[in-house]
């Protein structure tokens, strides 16, 4: 991290449940955010919230992560305006209905793209600027679905395997330059975009999920489930043999 007790913290997806919830927590450590999300004006809502939390100073601009002109604008932006930065937080993505896209390309592309693509764009933007400035932590969210390819979400898992595949290799990659890549694998949480679901104990509110993060990137940690009880339920779930596996519903 910088020298200076202040950190410049950026998010892509700050909109999305989790995002606000480690938006607030920076803000009341004092940190400078910059905050990237598609709606404009429920990041004006946002940074009016934060700078009464207590953050140093807001920076927000519109981003859609599937304009590759707009990425390549917006991150050149964020950095001309910090100067460094200490944490970049990964937050977008969406969670689509497997039986209304299993055998529409279309629409398996566009999930794959905003779920995987997107973001593997984005660390090609950062990687190099992380590695020169030989400090700071990229932390993204991807899922306990990218585990293994469950039959109610397989193009979502498929997406959040890539992401989580490609961490794998770009911590080895920025290891000598000092940089930690945090891989974050959320089970159920309860947001908007999780409204439809019924809740049960497996379920965690964003706060939780937060909390958790900012302890993985303080902890340095490469992987973290989140809540950590994901970590040995995947770990059976991994280990059921395909020819029961493929049976299962899950």
Request: net charge positive.
């Amino acid at each position: 991290m910088s020298e200076s007790s202040v950190q410049n913290i950026l998010i892509i997806g700050a909109n999305s449940a989790i995002a606000k919830a480690l938006a607030r927590r920076h803000a009341r450590k004092g940190d400078t955010l910059y905050l990237l999300a598609r709606d404009g004006d429920a990041l004006e809502q946002q940074k009016q919230d934060l700078l009464l939390r207590g953050a140093a100073e807001i920076h927000t601009d519109r981003l859609d992560v599937n304009d590759a002109v707009a990425r390549s604008e917006c991150l050149d932006k964020a950095w001309q305006t910090l100067g460094h930065i200490d944490t970049a937080l990964l937050c977008h993505g969406t969670l689509p209905d497997q039986q209304a896209i299993a055998h529409d390309w279309e629409q398996i592309h566009r999930e794959i793209e905003t779920n995987a693509l997107s973001t593997l764009a984005i660390l090609c933007h950062l990687a190099p600027r992380f590695r020169e400035q030989s400090q700071g932590c990229i932390a993204v969210i991807s899922s306990v679905a990218g585990d293994r390819g469950r039959k109610s979400n397989y193009v979502y898992g498929a997406a959040k395997s890539m992401v989580s595949r490609y961490l794998e290799g770009l911590r080895g990659e920025l290891l000598p330059a000092g940089v930690h890549v945090l891989d974050i694998r959320p089970g159920f949480v309860d947001t908007p975009m999780t409204a439809e679901f019924d809740k049960g104990l497996l379920w965690s509110k964003p706060q939780r999920i937060a909390a958790i993060i900012d302890r993985a990137i303080s902890r340095r940690r490469d992987v973290v489930y989140a809540p950590g009880f994901w970590r040995p339920i995947m770990l059976i779930i991994r280990c059921i043999p395909e020819f029961l596996f493929k049976r299962l519903n899950l």
